[in-house]
């Protein structure tokens, strides 16, 4: 999602992994994939909070912290 506009490899871990969804809907759909997106990701957590960048699915925004 954002790894390239910091330059972070594929391989470097971050330490969260920031999942905004905006519609019941994309509630559902991270409830099913929140665990398996987070090992993806690399991430230490995940964490349903405020995020502004789009995912490329639709109403779920993300963001991360390295």
């Known amino acids: 999602m954002l790894r ?5 490899g ?3 871990r971050l330490t ?6 905006h519609t019941a809907a994309a509630e559902t759909l ?4 929140a665990e ?3 090992i993806a990701a690399r991430a230490g957590t995940l964490v349903r909070a405020p995020a502004t960048h ?5 109403a779920i925004t ?3 912290v390295a």
């Open 4 to 8: 390239s506009g910091r330059r972070l």
């Open 16 to 21: 969260q992994l920031i999942v905004q969804a």
């Open 62 to 64: 993300g963001g991360i």
């Open 54 to 58: 789009p995912s490329g699915v639709d």
């Open 30 to 33: 991270l409830d099913q994939i």
């Open 10 to 12: 594929n391989s470097a």
């Open 36 to 38: 398996p997106l987070r």
